[in-house]
C-alpha cells in the first residue's frame, strides 16, 4: 500500500525555524516533493528531492533519505506569510502520492 | 505562461444533477492530471493523460466519474448523479515529460453538493 505520514498541525513563532517531516512507504519512488499550499489556493512548488542530501533554496531547505523512507522540510527565518499547509508527495510512476499534509501557524 | 486554468471556480448543485469541469493546462504540458481535495487532506489523484491518452485512472474514481482530453489540450472532468460526498475541490495540473515530475496546478473548482 501507499503511506506518507506528516504532523497535523505545527506552530512557530516569527524569525524562528521549523522543521516538517515526512515519512513514506510506497510501491514505487520517483522522487518526492514538498508543495505550499494556502487556504483555498493551489499547491505551489517548494522543492523536489530524488537523490539523498539536502537541497538548499533561499529560506527553504529539504533533505531526502531514501534507505529510510525520511524526508524533511526546513524552514528558516519564518514570515507571517509562511503560515499555510505544506504538503510532502512521492512520485509514484507518474502520479504524485499526497500526505494529508502539515498546517503551519505562524505568529508574532 | 498564462499557467493552469480551471473553470468554474465554484459549482454549488444539487444532489442528482450533473456537473461539468474545465481544466487548460500550461500549453507546451503533454501530461494532465486532475486531483481532487478535501477539507483537512491532501490532494488525492483521480487520472491522468499523455496527450489525449488516459494512462491511469483511480479504483476510487466510480463510474459516475469521466474525464475526457479530446485534442491533448484541455480536459473536461464529468461527474454524473452527484452525491454530497463529491463536495470537494478538484484540481488539475500539468507537466511536461522531461525527466523533471513537476506539477503545476491550477486554482481549482470547488463543488459543493447540497
Known amino acids: 500500500g501507499q503511506n506518507i505520514d506528516q504532523p497535523t498541525e505545527m506552530t512557530a513563532t516569527e524569525g524562528a525555524i521549523v522543521q516538517i517531516n515526512c515519512t513514506y512507504q510506497?510501491?514505487?519512488?520517483?522522487?518526492l516533493f514538498w508543495y505550499q499550499q494556502h487556504a483555498g489556493e493551489a499547491p505551489t512548488f517548494l522543492s523536489y528531492n530524488v537523490l539523498d542530501g539536502l537541497e538548499e533554496k533561499g529560506r527553504f531547505s529539504s533533505f531526502l533519505s531514501r534507505s529510510k523512507g525520511y524526508s524533511y522540510l526546513l524552514l528558516k527565518e519564518l514570515q507571517m506569510k509562511d503560515s499555510a499547509s505544506y504538503l510532502c508527495?512521492?512520485?509514484?510512476?507518474?502520479?504524485?502520492?499526497f500526505g494529508t499534509g502539515t498546517r503551519l501557524q505562524v505568529f508574532p | 505562461d498564462t499557467g493552469v486554468s480551471q473553470d468554474p471556480r465554484h459549482k454549488i448543485t444539487k444532489r442528482g444533477q450533473n456537473v461539468t469541469f474545465r481544466c487548460d493546462p500550461i500549453?507546451?504540458?503533454?501530461?494532465l492530471y486532475w486531483y481532487r481535495q478535501t477539507l483537512g487532506q491532501g490532494p488525492e489523484f483521480l487520472t491522468y493523460?499523455?496527450?489525449?491518452?488516459?494512462?491511469?485512472k483511480s479504483r476510487l474514481l466510480s463510474d459516475r466519474f469521466s474525464a475526457e482530453r479530446p485534442k491533448g489540450s484541455f480536459s473536461t472532468l464529468e461527474i454524473q448523479r452527484t452525491e454530497q460526498g463529491d463536495s470537494a475541490m478538484y484540481l488539475c495540473a500539468s507537466s511536461t515529460r522531461t525527466g523533471n515530475y513537476e506539477q503545476y496546478f491550477g486554482p481549482g473548482t470547488r463543488l459543493t453538493v447540497t
Open positions: 508527495a512521492v512520485v509514484n510512476t507518474d502520479k504524485l502520492i
Open positions: 500549453s507546451e504540458h503533454n501530461r
Open positions: 510506497t510501491s514505487g519512488f520517483n522522487g
Open positions: 493523460f499523455q496527450n489525449e491518452a488516459q494512462l491511469e
